[in-house]
């Protein structure tokens, strides 16, 4: 199967876009984005294989090219208050009946679903193969736990506007000693559930989350609670963020990372410590001793 640099490359704002200037008027519109999409993929080498919807899936035979390309896609001055974000992988791909498949493709499509207007979000193995000056233009997120993927993916930002609209950063304790358990317990209402070393609980408006929560404020895939290693983490894959209130009775504001859990305490999807309990996930893990090394 060949290697390659997978890129897909979606458009923001197209929703408004039909509601402000009719279907008609914003269909040629974003064909205008798409097009030009196009033409600076096959102008930086890359290989245009189709447009679904609002986004282009393309790929290169060097990440450098790919990144070269994403980076005048988000920069570029693109009309009616539309932009870009980006999505990249590299891999082996399949390709079949002129398409392509495999896991760059699924891990490319999941990192630009999370990545904010004018965003480039890639993997370490895109990284790297950069040249060194494009390395410089990316800022380290960290390792997130990207829907389909059994281990995490350590993941570098490119924005083309200022740092408070990239991805946040991952929090990692750096040094860590861990007295592990053997599950924790959340609680939503009346129901309740275990997560064990190894497992991961989705939570989100949509159905098929482990955990429903149908609150508007909730995004449809808001977050991921998951059990490694002793130690039990939130990842916040949301648009509107969390909020962790811990039972000292402090609230911690996440978007977009990951944090530890530790002790007991309630999770506000989309809200403030201030939210109504009623509508908060619990958890407890007060069988987990984690205590953090000072440096």
Not at 30 to 52: A, F
Not at 263 to 292: Q, V
Request: net charge negative; glycine share 8%; proline share 2%.
């Amino acid at each position: 199967m060949p290697f390659a640099c997978v890129l897909i490359s979606d458009v923001t704002g197209s929703t408004q876009l039909y509601e402000a200037v009719g279907d008609a008027l914003a269909l040629e519109q974003i064909t205008d984005v798409l097009t030009r999409m196009r033409q600076i993929i096959e102008q930086h080498g890359g290989h245009c294989v189709k447009s679904q919807g609002d986004d282009v899936l393309s790929y290169f035979d060097q990440s450098d090219s790919a990144f070269q390309a994403a980076m005048k896609m988000i920069h570029e001055d693109w009309h009616a208050d539309l932009a870009v974000h980006v999505g990249m992988y590299v891999g082996e791909i399949l390709t079949h009946d002129g398409d392509i498949y495999g896991t760059p493709v699924n891990t490319a499509a999941r990192l630009a679903s999370i990545a904010k207007p004018g965003e480039i979000l890639l993997g370490d193995a895109c990284f790297d193969g950069l040249m060194p000056i494009s390395k410089q233009q990316l800022t380290l997120i960290g390792d997130l736990q990207l829907k389909g993927k059994q281990t995490t993916t350590r993941v570098y930002s490119c924005s083309a506007s200022d740092l408070s609209l990239q991805t946040a950063t991952v929090v990692k304790p750096k040094k860590a000693q861990v007295n592990g358990t053997d599950f924790a317990r959340l609680a939503y209402a009346d129901r309740s559930w275990q997560v064990g070393e190894g497992e991961k609980l989705s939570i989100g408006r949509a159905i098929d989350n482990d955990i429903v929560m149908g609150h508007a404020w909730v995004s449809r895939k808001h977050a991921v609670v998951s059990m490694r290693q002793g130690e039990l983490e939130f990842s916040d894959i949301s648009s509107t963020g969390s909020v962790i209130q811990t039972d000292d009775g402090k609230a911690i504001s996440i978007h977009r990372r990951t944090t530890l859990l530790n002790g007991s305490g309630l999770i506000f999807l989309g809200a403030d410590e201030k939210a109504e309990k009623a509508n908060a996930l619990s958890f407890d893990t007060k069988k987990m001793k984690i205590e953090f090394a000072t440096d």
